[in-house]
Nanobody, 120 residues
Framework: QVRVAESGGGLVQAGGSLRLSCAAS????????MAWHRQAPGKQRELVAS???????NYADSVKGRFTISRDNAKNTVYLQMNSLKPEDTAVYYC??????????????WGQGTQVTVSS
């Protein structure tokens, strides 16, 4: 069983910054992808940023140039540095992890989410 836990959300004014952290724990042989998604009220969950095992990153167009994803492979931890925040960034942010268990089975796990609220 792989557990994913986020931290670092909160309330910030427009133009401010926040840093989210996410740690995956459990029997993980290989972590392939760690990513951040978000879901605003009344909207579908969307990918914000992802970090693949080989080091490649991917960002939603709406956050390019403002958000940066980084990863500590040794700790199975991923971070999301969010700068120049806008009210439209308000959402619950979810961490996602996908990899391989000791049984050679794939896993994918979601965190419980952390609220980010940006006031205008």
């Amino acid at each position: 069983q792989v557990r994913v836990a986020e931290s670092g959300g909160g309330l910030v004014q427009a133009g401010g910054s926040l840093r989210l952290s996410c740690a995956a724990s459990g029997s993980i042989v290989r972590m392939n992808v760690m990513a951040w998604h978000r879901q605003a009220p009344g909207k579908q969950r969307e990918l914000v940023a992802s970090f693949a095992r080989g080091g490649s990153t991917n960002y939603a167009d709406s956050v390019k140039g403002r958000f940066t994803i980084s990863r500590d492979n040794a700790k199975n931890t991923v971070y999301l540095q969010m700068n120049s925040l806008k009210p439209e960034d308000t959402a619950v942010y979810y961490c996602y992890a996908r990899g391989i268990l000791p049984t050679t089975e794939d896993f994918d796990s979601w965190g419980q989410g952390t609220q980010v609220t940006v006031s205008s």
